[in-house]
């Protein structure tokens, strides 16, 4: 079992409150919606440019939909 | 799936097939006779030909039935694909340098030209199975 990344996200809850599909959202910011789902679900840890992508594409921070837990 | 993960599924599973499909006929050509006989040239020649060939034409039909079920999915590839094609590369490449090595250990022993071929031929046949696998497997599991 792949160990899940300790960077953790809010695009998901994100996303439903601004009613926006996973399609809608992996088109806006140029992924295949499988990319998405993976990164939804902690199994796939976006690239820098990609996080700024989705950040924006909500219009938030970074910090906003991105969690990286303290030691 | 995504088009490059049905690739990658479609390599493995030709690499498999094709690496059995080498041993068999190879062994029969031997007849129980020593191995180093058997003409392996053309069996080679045509099994990596025909790899090649059966992989591209595996990957266009699947393309093309995926295509009809989500047409917007087709030949689509994004950092993740690309991420993933390193990893499986980077684990790959470690069979094609244990094969280099065992290429020159049979060189300076002077073995048949049968096992040096063999070595090199298994080293890329396990460099791209291995390299599949982790790639199906990170494709399916995750890779962060």
Redesign the interface.
């Known amino acids: 079992?792949?160990?899940?990344?300790r960077v953790t996200n809010s695009i998901r809850e994100t996303r439903d409150d601004d009613g926006m599909t996973q399609?809608d959202l992996a088109?806006t910011v140029?992924?295949?919606?499988?990319?998405l789902i993976?990164i939804e679900?902690?199994?796939?840890?976006?690239?820098l440019e990609?996080a700024f992508q989705l950040a924006r594409a909500f219009g938030v921070g970074l910090d906003d939909l991105f969690d990286y837990p303290g030691e | 799936?995504?088009y490059e993960?049905r690739n990658a599924w479609a390599g493995l599973i030709v690499s498999i097939i094709a690496v059995t499909v080498y041993v068999v006929v190879v062994v029969q050509q031997a007849g129980g006779g020593p191995l180093v006989e058997v003409d392996w040239v053309p069996i080679m020649l045509w099994i990596i030909g025909g790899g090649i060939v059966v992989t591209i034409v595996v990957s266009i039909l699947w393309g093309i039935i995926a295509g009809m079920r989500d047409p917007?999915?087709v030949g689509?590839?994004?950092?993740?694909?690309r991420?993933i094609a390193h990893m499986s590369t980077r684990v790959g490449q470690a069979f094609l340098v244990i094969a280099g090595l065992g290429v020159i250990v049979l060189c300076a022993v002077q073995a048949d030209w049968f096992w040096i071929a063999q070595t090199m031929f298994f080293g890329f046949a396990l460099s791209s199975i291995i390299g599949g696998v982790a790639s199906v497997?990170?494709y399916r599991?995750?890779?962060?």
Not at chain 1, 30 to 35: A, K, L, M, P, Y
Not at chain 2, 141 to 144: D, E, I, M, Q, S
Request: aromatic share 2%; net charge positive.
């Open positions: 079992m792949v160990k899940p990344t399609a088109r140029g992924v295949t919606r499988q990319t993976a679900q902690g199994r796939y840890s976006p690239s990609l | 799936m995504v993960e917007d999915g689509k590839s994004d950092q993740r694909d991420d497997i990170a599991r995750g890779l962060v």
